[in-house]
């Protein structure tokens, strides 16, 4: 079926040429965001009385309160901790990325029965509740990221007429964002890589968004959209409104919150927000900011320690100097 998509062969046989160290980097990134959401699933049912409006409405300047009954040990119902860990994770999920996630599923299903590799959204259905997916779904994905974001149409290899438009990396990526949490959370499959099971050869086992075939793919169409002249920008990337919003909500939070390690059992159950303090938080938040005017990656960030850091008068005030103990355009790393 691929060699009659000649587009989609042009694309991914040009993928094929990217290199082991980038497709690691790429799905590591996807992986780590992954486990980010899947944190929530890990956490108590009183967890879930905080609620999502203080991460989306930027008015809101304090905690909600939530002091549920102290917890008493007792026997454990898994299926009841189970409905109450997915509650959580509602709660914490923004409603309209989960609508949207399913939007971009539903519309996964619609081209993959257009390009006839399923008849209905049926079949991947009893590929999911059989645990045996298709080799084929880490190129159906790409062949249908493909289809939104590349200039040549995916079937004839020609140039998209001007008319059709065509996806910016940054939503390529919440499209495929989409496949993996669709795989990963809703149907079970984790965070663990797409591999073939080396004791039943032909099956696979894994996310198949994971696959090295989609990262290759990513990687290239990040290059290729750099090229174009499009500002590549991370899905996933702290902007500095996203900052100042974090500074704003880190400022509201009570100074005299006591530290983490000192918090008793009783406490963090019925105060789970309480997890950092102010001292903690605001640490966070200069790594943050460092990261971002410096351009550092957050193994760089990490590495920092007080030494690197210099308080200077300058023009009547003072400022920070940072020294780098590494220089961070080197690839290995120059002391």
């Not at 909600?64 to 709660?91: F, Q, Y």
Request: glycine residues 4%.
């Amino acid at each position: 079926m691929l060699s009659t998509l000649k587009g989609a062969t042009h694309y991914l046989f040009e993928a094929a040429s990217i290199g082991f160290a980038a497709i690691e980097e790429e799905r590591d990134e996807e992986i780590e965001a992954l486990e980010q959401s899947e944190l929530v699933d890990q956490l108590e049912e009183s967890f879930a009385c905080i609620g999502t409006k203080y991460l989306c409405d930027p008015t809101v300047e304090s905690l909600p309160e939530c002091a549920p009954e102290p917890v008493k040990r007792g026997r454990v119902d898994n299926t009841i901790l189970e409905k109450n860990m997915k509650k959580a994770a509602e709660e914490v999920v923004v409603d309209t990325t989960r609508k949207e996630y399913n939007r971009l599923w539903n519309q996964f299903i619609k081209f993959c029965v257009a390009i006839e590799y399923i008849e209905s959204e049926e079949d991947i259905m009893n590929f999911v509740h059989s645990r045996e997916l298709p080799p084929e779904i880490p190129t159906w994905i790409s062949i249908w990221i493909m289809d939104k974001a590349d200039e040549l149409d995916v079937i004839t290899g020609k140039p998209k007429p001007p008319s059709r438009s065509r996806v910016t990396y940054n939503m390529a990526q919440k499209m495929r964002a989409a496949m993996t949490h669709k795989f990963g959370r809703d149907f079970g499959f984790g965070s663990q890589l797409w591999l073939e099971n080396t004791l039943v050869p032909g099956r696979y086992m894994g996310n198949p968004s994971l696959s090295p075939i989609v990262s290759q793919y990513m990687v290239s169409l990040r290059r290729r959209k750099a090229q174009a002249g499009e500002t590549v920008t991370s899905a996933r990337a702290v902007d500095s409104t996203m900052l100042k919003r974090l500074y704003d909500f880190n400022q509201s939070f009570p100074q005299d919150t006591p530290v983490a390690i000192n918090l008793s059992k009783k406490r963090k159950v019925s105060h789970p927000e309480e997890w950092g303090g102010f001292v903690v938080r605001t640490m966070l938040q200069l790594l943050y900011i460092i990261s971002t005017l410096c351009l550092l990656r957050y193994d760089e960030a990490l590495g920092i320690i007080w030494e690197d850091i210099h308080l200077e008068t300058w023009k009547d005030s003072f400022r920070l100097r940072l020294d780098l103990s590494v220089r961070k355009t080197h690839q290995n790393g120059v002391f």
